[in-house]
């Protein structure tokens, strides 16, 4: 038994030279969907609470590529897998279940109503814990990307490896920074303001995951090419 490989201390293979063409393609698009979709939710809706509309259908069907992504990614790290993968898959896991039951309540009251926004009316009985489990799935899937970007980077061969696993690894530093400067208060209100209202500090989440999108479907840039497969 190897236990430097199983602490996942020294499991730093290259990540395999086999592609995932479809998986990169949805996960790309998918989480390039899902981070445009509150700037599309803003423009078509303004800064009115709703309880579902068409953008959060949208949002789920992104954050499901995001998930197909995620598979992909752990399918890649697979041959050598350490504890710390392990960790960072299940933590991210756990993070995108949480959020996505609430894409999909969104979504499905949407669909319950015909197809047809759902405005917010009055006090929502759940929302103290809807909140919770926002900042908890939130907070999960940053962490859990971080961790991936950790173990993306010990395997980086290729110049997109070494793109994702950056990415990945500014997901959670830079909202964490702006959080930061946001309540030592060095951002004027109005920026204060964006980062509460908008899903700007959640943009290079999105990013990192279009890059392992990329990353899936064209390989990690190895100089000797790439195998193709579904």
Do not use: K
Not at 32 to 50: E, F
Not at 122 to 127: K, L, T
């Amino acid at each position: 038994m190897d236990l430097r490989s199983d602490a996942g201390t020294a499991s730093s293979s290259p990540l395999p030279a086999t592609r995932q063409p479809r998986v990169g393609t949805v996960a790309a698009c998918g989480a390039l969907l899902w981070t445009l979709a509150p700037t599309l939710a803003l423009a078509a809706y303004g800064t009115r609470p709703y309880v579902g509309t068409g953008v959060d259908l949208l949002a789920l069907v992104g954050w499901l590529g995001v998930g197909v992504g995620a598979l992909g990614l752990g399918r890649a790290l697979r041959p050598s897998r350490g504890r710390l993968d392990r960790a960072a898959l299940a933590l991210f896991g756990l993070g995108w279940a949480v959020l996505a039951g609430l894409h999909a309540r969104s979504a499905a009251a949407y669909v319950a109503a015909g197809f047809r926004p759902v405005p917010a009316t009055g006090e929502d009985p759940a929302g103290l814990l809807l909140t919770w489990l926002t900042l908890l799935g939130i907070a999960a899937v940053l962490l859990g990307t971080g961790a991936l970007g950790l173990a993306v980077r010990r395997r980086g061969t290729g110049a997109r490896t070494a793109a994702a696993g950056w990415l990945l690894l500014a997901a959670p530093a830079v909202p964490a920074v702006l959080v930061l400067l946001d309540l030592l208060r060095a951002f004027p209100p109005v920026v204060g303001r964006v980062l509460v209202t908008t899903n700007a500090a959640l943009v290079p989440l999105g990013v990192a995951w279009v890059a392992v999108g990329v990353l899936l479907w064209l390989g990690p840039g190895h100089g000797s090419g790439s195998r193709g497969e579904s």
